[in-house]
């Protein structure tokens, strides 16, 4: 039983902030009796009801050590879930990894078509700034605006959106470690680290706590798709909830496959710890934070 | 020979204005040495060196009116392009219009590939707001976070990626003039409208004053699709630098499908009236926005 001063397990709070963000979710996003309302039902389908929330659960851990409020860091998890979404919907496209399943269900191409598809991506997108520059969503609208900023940053060509593209250019390619480093940097890093400091900006923190969340961020990123790739190497479609050893079907370079599987397992250990190191100054509200360090790092392996 | 106090003539001055839209563009997106080289070189591409750049001319002519900075024109007007661009890009794309020539040039998925074209508009899209949260761009960063909200509006679901779904539902089926209008509206009439707001909102003008811009704004958003029914009804691919006659092929709506030629051209004059008089307690520095209605409406026919 919950009460004022009584800190949930970790996985009990995982579970009510991945509850809180589907909330969130379903509240913000226009329901599909709004025109265009396939469109809408389309952009439901496909963000609701489902995903692990890391990016939310980021921010909100973040948030908890910045005294965020908690509509103001709803809106940030969601937010910040439009934009991975939307990533995700384009990635499966036919022209990009051709996925017919994700998260368990077809993929929106399959279950609608492509330019549905196209059109969810892109409205998922605009959705996110959308939310972002709600009006007074923050209590300061300079600090606001940063976070919108942030977000922009890290989801654009020199983001999220360009990881893609050196992804694509990097097929059948043999990349050193740095090189596929570099990638993952902008394809996964570049998001996973604007939710740490999406969460950190809705509430009120300095520079330097600033600074250290970014180094944690930075190893957390790269830490998930180390992550990712041994797990797209051992699980099963079933288990992952989407098409299981497609990276090595595609010649895709991964960290499993220039490392090989036991270096990738020791390279994400270090990688939680050197996160974990980096909140060494941010005390007891920096917990939550840790936690999730140690769940991603164990999370199927 | 300009001085201070000479008021350039409407062609003269929408020369200067598109210079510098194009200048803006030109150092707001990243360089195509920068990586991922392709995606920044195919940005450049498809974003550079042609386009009529209506919606930034909207948003130079309202600055005018409201006393905005250049410089701060100039990052509003880059974001409307990149919005526009990459709805062009992707509406091009084979499972939307699969349109081959745009300004006169192959369309980014011809000349590049589909992935490509792809990413480009996602990026596109990010850059806008990336550039339209810029730190400080506008002297008060809540009336900037309002610019931000108003953009997003104007290009998500209910508005412009929501006109296209509406147009793709509308292929093959037979509107009446509301329906097509609640599509245009939305498709090519918001993120006009935002033209005239954001550039409105990057100086000073107070809510009257933005409400007449407003009443201004959709009848020009309206305006523009009626004179590109009728372009495409009577030009020649030549002169549209894009391919004419597609929307009869296509038989999608247009105004003179469901008006004829000559009730078209007369909405379309009648539209450019209702603007200007939404303008009548503006005054002299209204008068580029009253030039705009006019150069509109006489386009081409």
Known sequence: MN????????????????????????????????????????????????GKRVRPLLAYAAGELSGAKADTLNAVACALECIHVYSLVHDDMPCMDDDNLRRGKPTVHVK?????????????????????????????????LRAVHVLARASGSRGMAGGQAIDL??????????????????????????????????GDVDEPTLEALDRYAKQIGLLFQVVDDV???VADTATLGKTAGKDAANHKPTYVSILGLAESKALANEMAQT???????????????????????????
Request: glycine letters at 6%.
């Open 275 to 301: 996160a974990i190191d980096a909140l060494a100054n941010l005390g007891e509200k920096a917990e939550r934070l840790r936690e999730l360090a140690h769940y991603i790092v164990s999370r199927q392996f």
């Open 169 to 202: 250019a990097s097929v059948g390619h043999q990349l050193t470690r740095e090189e596929l480093e570099h990638m993952h940097l902008h394809k996964t890093g570049a998001l996973i680290r604007a939710a740490v400091l999406l969460g950190a900006l809705a």
């Open 112 to 144: 609608y078509d492509e330019a549905t598809a196209l059109l969810v991506g892109d409205a998922l997108q605009t959705q996110a700034f959308d939310l972002l520059s709600t009006p007074a969503l923050f209590a300061d609208p300079a600090r606001q």
């Open 3 to 50: 009460h004022p001063g009584f800190k949930p397990g970790f996985k009990d709070w995982m579970a009510q902030q991945q509850n809180h963000a589907e909330a969130a979710l379903e509240k913000a996003l226009p329901v599909s009796t709004v025109v265009p309302e396939i469109l809408h039902e389309a952009m439901r389908y496909t963000a609701l009801g489902g």
């Open 231 to 233: 797990l797209d190497a």
